[in-house]
């Protein structure tokens, strides 16, 4: 299994440019999401998704798109990017069943918007 | 008021020393509560889950206190390859996590 995988690893944008960050998992995990991790905070959940077709907002949805049509990924779509979300993105997926919460991570994603 | 709330540290200690974190959280309807282990530049890992009973892993020892709000960590017998930032998490429903902005521990030789 290679665990969950994030595309890219680095990346630059200019303000007002859109991307997408590619998150996948080969566990058939149903519970995914999105966090993001800025310099002396923790991380901060943006999106989440409970299985296919099912997502919802985290603490800080604004200026980003999630959807999830398959089991296997989740990508997180910046529309328009800004210096703000300069940032370091992490995606992470838990099996299904109670009482299972251990989340599993991706390597992340370096992201700077000049 | 943030969710969870941590020392952010460093905590400068010798190898062999023990080492105690804490964490506070502000809502009382926080369910479950973990310790992640995040070494410099990469990505969380699970350390372990916090149970109501208190709980321990070799040299690792979790505690909680629902009436203070708080969990704590305990490093016992500290090694090197201990040094990395733990992150406090705690989530009422259990879709919602909540990370605190983590705790620097340094172990020098």
């Known amino acids: 299994n290679a665990g969950v995988t994030q595309t890219p690893k680095f990346q630059v944008l200019k303000t007002g440019q859109s991307m997408t960050l590619q998150c996948a998992q080969d566990?058939?995990?149903?519970?995914m999401s999105w966090y993001r991790q800025d310099p002396g905070m923790g991380l901060r959940l943006i999106h989440y998704?409970?299985?296919?077709?099912?997502?919802d907002q985290g603490e800080v949805p604004n200026g980003y798109n999630v959807s999830r049509s398959t089991t296997e990924d989740f990508p997180l779509r910046l529309l328009s990017a800004a210096p703000s979300q300069t940032s370091v993105y992490f995606c992470?997926?838990?099996?299904?069943?109670?009482?299972?919460?251990?989340?599993?991570f991706g390597p992340g994603t370096r992201l700077t918007v000049t | 008021r943030k969710e969870v709330e941590q020392d952010p540290g460093p905590f400068n200690v010798p190898e062999g020393a023990t080492v105690a974190f804490n964490c506070t959280y502000s809502?009382?309807?926080?369910?479950?509560f973990f310790w992640y282990r995040q070494d410099c530049r990469k990505e969380p890992k699970l350390l372990m889950s916090?149970?109501?009973s208190g709980n321990e892993d070799g040299r690792f020892t979790a505690q909680l206190n629902r009436a203070s709000q708080y969990i704590s960590l305990l490093i016992r017998d500290s090694k090197l390859s201990d040094s990395a930032t733990y992150l406090c998490?705690?989530?009422?429903?259990?879709?919602?996590?909540?990370f605190g902005s983590g705790t620097k521990l340094n172990v020098k030789p």
């Open positions: 992470a997926s838990r099996p299904p069943g109670q009482g299972i919460y251990e989340q599993y």
């Open positions: 566990m058939n995990h149903e519970y």
């Open positions: 998704s409970v299985g296919a077709g099912i997502t």
């Open positions: 809502n009382s309807a926080s369910q479950s």
């Open positions: 998490v705690v989530t009422r429903n259990f879709n919602k996590f909540y």
């Open positions: 916090v149970y109501s």
